[in-house]
């Protein structure tokens, strides 16, 4: 197992670790984000720290039920705990979502490719989120804001079906107040007392309030939300290459043997899940893969 | 202490005249006042005459429909930056929908007639102010599309992870 172990992440996994092999994690805490959404709060058995980069994910094993790609959502400079925000929307999520602080769970991982946020050093940062799109965003976001003098602008560009699917909706503020990443939200359906923007994200990139010419983007959402987040940044001049995307596939093994997650000439799973959009444009136009 | 500025300038200045010719300012300036709205009033009413081209200078504004037992159904909001109103530029030249101010909104209302009228006599300039119209509705219609998407939906259940 030696040769899979060189396939995983040597900076943030343990040497000689088996990638195949599940970490059991203990649950700390769960925290009910929206009404099919909540977040686990995950410390190692053997204690040991849970190193990570903004944008990778792991395989979370609820035992005898199966296992699921989940990106991590939490603080790469908090190591200690792990921490994955997850919508329940299959067999897996379901059962993990009614697990309760004390249980355990597998964890393999992390795998893939980060958010390159050193390219945005000296610009804008742009960070374009969908839905639970601002989950695997997290990390980047925290991470921008712990080391914010290396950036420009910092934005937050978030749009949600309702009021009541937005995420992290406590921490936004904190975001802006303390490390000056402003947050710009839109629903497409405004409920209650709701008095912020209706309408699509895509509207919210071109509404600026960055410099195109120098803004690097980070987009994370439903495909079709990335395809049109990506024309509208193309449209106000940000260009491919200085767009990134989190792509999202049927992860299987998480070190690209398997295939499940293939995309054209791609293992999602091992060469992404973030690409650069110029990198991965033209698969975005074939609509068989 | 805050300058007083001519109506030209601000029309100069917002975003839906960019790169107008002086000549165009102009004409536009020459319907155009200032106008200001307190927040909850209302801008419009649904099947009023249209009367009027709004360029939205400050605050937010919303599109709504009114549904009996309901409250109403806002379709979209508009910032500064942005223009309202297209209905008077297509017959019987009647707002669609509601329009509430949802914060105090500033902007630069241009007298509807007297802009078609000269759209009419300068075919030049009406062709400027449709095509940046035109612009305007086909960002909307493809908002208004992409809605009907359900763009933050996750994936259907047969195609998604266990």
Known sequence: MDDLSSLIDPAATPAGDDPMRPRPFRIARVRKDLADTFTLYLTALDGAPFAFRPGQFNMLYVFGVGEVPISISGDPADPAVLVHTTRAVGTVTEAMGRLKAGDVIGVRGPFGSPWPIEAAHGQDVVFVAGGVGLAPLRPAILAVARHRERFANALLLYGSRTPEDLLYRREMPVWRSRHDIASHVTVDRATGRWTGRVGVVTKLIRSGGFDHRHAVAYVCGPEVMMRYAVQALDAVGVTADRVYVSMERNMKCGIGLCGHCQLGPHFVCRDGPVYRFDRLGPLFDIWEL | ?162
């Not at chain 2, 400050?58 to 942005?82: F, K, S, V």
């Not at chain 2, 300068?122 to 102010?129: L, N």
């Open chain 2, 1 to 162: 202490m805050e300058q007083i500025r001519g109506i030209d300038s601000l029309v100069r200045e917002h975003p839906f005249c960019q790169d107008l010719d002086e000549a165009a300012i102009a004409l536009m300036s020459g319907c155009a006042k200032n106008e200001q709205f307190p927040a909850g009033s209302m801008i419009a009413r649904e099947n009023q005459p249209s009367e009027r081209l709004f360029l939205l200078r400050y605050g937010t504004a919303a599109l709504e429909i009114r549904r009996p037992g309901h409250d109403p159904l806002i379709i979209e909001t508009l910032e500064a930056g942005e223009i309202l109103g297209w209905s008077w530029i297509v017959p019987p030249y009647r707002w669609a929908y509601d329009v509430r101010a949802v914060t105090i909104v500033r902007a630069i209302s241009v007298e509807a007639g007297c802009l078609r009228a000269k759209c009419d006599d300068d075919h030049s300039f009406g062709y400027e102010i449709y095509h940046r119209i035109l612009r305007v509705m086909a960002n909307r219609l493809s908002a208004t599309r992409l809605r009907l998407v359900d763009l933050y939906a996750p994936p259907p259940r047969a195609a998604r992870a266990p």
